[in-house]
């Protein structure tokens, strides 16, 4: 099934390129309905997935974190930039080379009430994929569609089941085993536990993390909750309003965040320990708009740290640690050994 | 790997599944509006499929010579008195010496079959034409609801004589006509679902798997825009045996001898006070027919939008 | 943040919610949304109610100011507000103490306000209706309040229409709104959860600066541990439309008796304490129309496995003081000399042994 060149399967190997991916939203207004401004929803983003590993992508709603995994699966268009996997810009891709590839990277999303057909019964939601492809002939479509039941934890009778008849969590793993049964090698994960409730939650994410090591699957973890990003990733990057702020190992993230804005994120959170006395980093008011970002570094208006030169010089990714990058022109004095 | 089966969750007894459609009966069938609009339309059905068994006489043949009529009789009814030796005509007899009753139970052939194929016809070529607009958008969107909105500015029963008269009066014509009317509603209708469906995340799943826009359009989209049209459509029946009745009467729709409700009531409109029968009864028959298309279109609604499941409280 | 200050334990109730139960009647059957719920809060503080989707919690806040529609309906019980049982008050009655006395402010910030008034004439509303106040000075009061809420140049945004706002500045106009009239108890219903997390670190900030300041009491009702941990000061964990624990909330953090509570707990991924998996809870929720017989929780209860418990699948434990200060519905800590079950130690320290 690889019919795309995959390289040496080294540790290290990049299985995904992210090169400064641009993605503007055009608005519309007025009697003509002319392009008045644009929602700079990315903005020149570049990240890579090393193969088998999570790569966390977190941030606040509107950041583009979601734009980010949906440019990469071509679901939507991205305005510029690159999208290489195992070597191949999948952004140049058509036709059938582009049918191929969707077999490769595989997406499962948020809302597990919106993502199902909810007039099919869930196996033929399962088996639709391998239909698409012209995988083998019926009987065996429904032998890896029972396949990718069993792997996430759901029983064979499930499969002539409606999605209106199964829970949150069921009809999320019902997501999963959608994406699964094409045997793909990289999945993005679109806030696949956010609409759920913390115990089944905790299910899903250890099905995610099962299912990564039996497999030997990629993931892009995009999500809001950093507890939750924290406990699934190997690395994590933090986007604000378009732009990545940083990108580190988990532990050197969560143990030692350079940029403010990450740093805000983290004590923002509230801990389960209510004798846990923290300094807390309130922000001040809201995100700003997608639409008209603010000059320089975008996070400017609401940095505790933010000096004269933040709104006029945009800061660029900084790597002050091996393999953690920020891009803050004074995240130095955070560095700790 | 066996994390916890939550096949728990699920009683085991409810083995069956429940599709939709399933449901969508199951709460139609409680209402009574719509019992009542599905019990009319099927004795409907059942009068139009078995009108040779059911009506006594040929709907065009007149009694002169055969039997002691006279013109614009009343209704003879045995049981409610009539002399036992007269026939028994129990709606009365026309200008034309014909059994109304007779001509009453064939007409229903006739609105049946107007109603559902010029809202089949509507159908077809509104859900094809909103479709495309709502799923390409852009300018096909624009030049095709532009067109929609332009037939919508004429008043639709104007419209439809407009059209009557370009391509000749008779039921045929009046068919098209109504079925023109109509496609800008179900245009509407379809655009506006498929809009709203198109950007839902079972969609964007199916695209993921690199299914083609066709096959998203019409097995994914499509299909989960039936519920507003079925609905448009089961009221939009009851709209255009109206629209046909009444062009019928204006006398551009069904020629005589057709027994079609619209032209009786036409061609006997003058005698409202003389023979009221003959206005009455197929008058009757013309509100009865919408009457149970707009309950069972009513019910439809309330039985297939989820806000309104939850009705009924026994105390 | 400041650490903060505990309120007096041994201060009266200013409500009092006694065997409260709420009932849909629907198609498929008789929904027990809310089944015999016990609580209470004491002036000036803030109670917790927490609880997983679908287990009444935000049944029972509705039901407390009778808000309950058709299908709906409350069915039994008590609501004692300041001596008062409000449920046996004519709906006139209500209509006062809503808003005046008690008010409430809801996930939805933006769906709450009307979008066709200036959100300054929606808080000059609330003293309308409850004050006869001059529309001028009433004004005055509502831009005083948004000053109180941390909106900012509250003169020009008293102006502006809803739609015009973020969510954390429609929730922060919410909160004027239910604060305007100063209440005695606010009911919060996750008010926090369509907020980014640095926002809802703004709200959650506001809301405990009025309860200390104002002295209001808060019913603060979430599925959040978090939020519980750093804003309640005391705790009800609802489950399948009933109390399963009661109790103060370092208490419930260090040492949580209920098997569910526990699970709760071990189930959520903390920031900084990476696991290898969490601990799950089995199963799902039960259909609130055709519940378990015996303990609702026990067909997902690991517990009740571990120490061969009989009888949590035939009866049911009531809420009971298991310590001082610590209720919890649980058969473990009952002692029932009639089952021959093997009963335990009061204290749950089986349950951490529960995976490796």
């Known amino acids: ?200 939650q905790a299910e899903v994410l250890n099905i995610l993390k099962e299912l990564q090591d039996s497999m030997g699957l990629t993931y892009l973890f995009v999500a809001h909750n950093l507890a939750v990003v924290e406990h699934i990733s190997d690395r994590v990057a933090v986007m604000y309003l378009g732009k990545i702020v940083e990108v580190a190992g988990r532990a050197d993230l969560f143990h030692n965040p350079l940029h403010p804005y990450t740093q805000a994120l983290m004590s923002a959170i509230p801990m389960p320990d209510p004798t846990l006395k923290r300094d807390r980093v309130i922000l001040k008011g809201d995100v700003p708009s997608p639409l008209n970002p603010p000059s320089g570094c975008r996070f400017h208006p609401r940095c505790p740290i933010a000096e004269e030169r933040c709104s006029v010089e945009e800061p660029l990714l900084r790597e002050l640690k091996p393999g953690h990058t920020v891009a803050c022109h004074f995240a130095d004095q955070f560095v700790m050994s | 790997m066996t994390s916890i089966p939550e096949a728990a969750a699920l009683p085991a007894a409810s083995l069956r599944s429940n599709s939709l459609l399933r449901l969508t009966l199951r709460r139609l069938t409680r209402q009574r509006n719509a019992r009542v609009g599905l019990t009319i339309l099927i004795s409907l059905i059942l009068v139009a499929a078995f009108a040779p068994l059911i009506a006594p006489y040929e709907p065009n043949r007149d009694l002169i010579g055969i039997e002691p009529v006279t013109q614009r009789q009343k209704p003879c009814i045995h049981l409610l008195g009539c002399p036992a030796d007269q026939p028994q005509h129990i709606m009365g007899i026309d200008a034309n010496y014909r059994d109304v009753f007779s001509r009453v139970v064939y007409g229903t052939r006739v609105s049946l079959m107007v109603g559902f194929t010029t809202i089949g016809m509507a159908i077809l070529v509104g859900t094809l034409l909103g479709a495309v607009a709502g799923y390409a958008g852009g ?177 | 943040m400041a650490i903060r200050k505990r309120k007096p334990n041994g201060s009266a109730p200013i409500l009092e919610v006694r065997n409260l139960t709420t009932y849909f009647y629907t198609e498929d059957g008789v929904v027990k949304a809310v089944d015999g719920v016990d609580f209470f809060v004491r002036h000036g503080e803030v109670l917790g109610l927490v609880g997983e989707s679908g287990c009444g919690k935000s049944i029972t806040s509705l039901s407390i100011l009778r808000l309950i529609d058709r299908p709906g309906e409350i069915v039994a019980g008590e609501v004692v507000f300041e001596g008062d049982d409000l449920l046996k008050k004519p709906m006139a009655d209500m209509v006062d103490i809503r808003g005046d006395r008690i008010s409430m402010i809801f996930q939805q910030p933006k769906s709450s306000l009307n979008p066709v008034f200036t959100i300054g004439d929606q808080i000059v509303e609330v003293f309308e209706i409850h004050e006869q106040a001059d529309k001028e000075a009433a004004w005055e009061k509502a831009v005083g309040l948004l000053r109180l809420v941390g909106i900012a140049d509250p003169e020009s945004k008293a102006h502006t229409y809803p739609h015009q706002l973020s969510g954390g500045q429609a929730q922060r106009v919410m909160i004027a709104m239910a604060m305007a009239l100063q209440p005695e108890l606010l009911i919060a219903d996750e008010p926090t959860t369509a907020l980014d997390v640095t926002i809802q670190a703004q709200i959650l900030d506001l809301i405990r600066e009025l309860n200390e300041a104002t002295g209001t009491a808060v019913i603060l009702i979430t599925h959040d541990l978090g939020l519980i941990a750093e804003m309640a000061d005391r705790v009800a964990v609802m489950y399948a439309g009933r109390i399963v624990e009661e109790v103060e909330v370092e208490t419930l953090f260090k040492q949580a008796l209920h098997p569910y509570t526990q699970g709760l707990i071990d189930s959520i991924p903390v920031l900084g304490a990476v696991k290898e998996r969490l601990n799950t809870i089995p199963g799902g929720v039960p259909n609130l129309i055709d519940l378990p017989p015996g303990c609702r929780f026990a067909p997902r209860c690991r517990a009740r496995e571990e120490y061969g418990l009989s009888i949590c699948t035939e009866v049911e434990p009531s809420l009971a003081e298991a310590k001082p200060g610590h209720k919890v519905r649980c058969w473990l800590y009952e002692d029932h000399s009639g089952h021959d079950a093997p009963l335990k130690p009061r204290e749950a320290k089986a349950r951490k042994k529960d995976r490796p």
């Open chain 1, 1 to 200: 099934m690889t019919a795309l060149p995959s390289q040496p399967n080294g540790r290290n190997s990049k299985l995904v390129e992210v090169r400064n991916l641009v993605k503007y939203f055009p608005v519309r207004g007025g009697v003509l309905q002319q392009v008045v401004a644009h929602v700079q929803a990315v903005d020149d983003v570049s990240f890579e997935i090393i193969e088998g590993e999570t790569l966390g992508l977190v941030g606040e709603s509107g950041c583009g974190k979601t734009t980010v995994g949906r440019t990469m699966l071509r679901l939507e268009e991205p305005t510029s930039g690159q999208v290489l996997f195992s070597g191949v810009d999948t952004l140049s891709l058509k036709g059938d080379d582009l049918k191929r590839l969707r077999r490769e990277m595989q997406i499962v999303f948020q809302d597990p009430f919106a993502s199902l057909d909810p007039r099919l019964p869930i196996g033929e939601s399962i088996a639709e994929g391998l239909i698409i492809h012209g995988a083998g002939n019926a009987r065996e479509r429904y032998a890896q569609v029972i396949e990718a039941l069993g792997r996430v934890g759901l029983e064979v009778y499930h499969a002539n089941r409606y999605p209106h008849e199964f829970s949150g969590g069921q009809r999320q793993r019902i997501g999963i085993a959608r994406a699964l049964v094409m045997s793909p090698r990289f999945i993005v994960l679109d806030e696949p536990v956010s609409a759920l409730d913390v115990s089944i």
């Open chain 2, 139 to 315: 300018w096909a969107d624009n030049v095709i609801m532009r067109f929609m909105d332009v037939l919508l500015a004429f008043p639709g029963f104007l419209l439809a004589i407009a059209i009557i008269t370009v391509l000749g009066r008779g039921l045929q014509n009046a068919l098209y006509a109504i079925a023109i009317v109509n496609i800008p509603h179900f245009a509407r209708v379809v655009r506006a679902s498929v809009l709203s469906i198109k950007e839902q995340e079972f969609v964007a799943a199916t695209r993921a798997l690199g299914a083609s826009d066709t096959r998203i359009l019409f097995l994914r989209i499509l299909p989960n825009a039936l519920p507003p049209l079925i609905v448009q459509g089961t009221l939009g029946i009851a709209g255009a045996i109206l629209e046909a009745a009444a062009l019928s009467f204006l006398g551009i729709g069904a020629q005589p001898p057709t027994p079609e409700w619209g032209t009786m009531l036409g061609t006997e409109r003058n005698q409202v006070f003389t023979a009221p029968h003959l206005v009455f009864f197929p008058g009757i028959a013309i509100m009865i027919t919408v009457l149970a298309f707009n309950l069972l279109g009513d019910g439809l609604r309330d039985a297939m939008d989820p806000r309104l499941a939850q009705v009924s409280k026994p105390r």
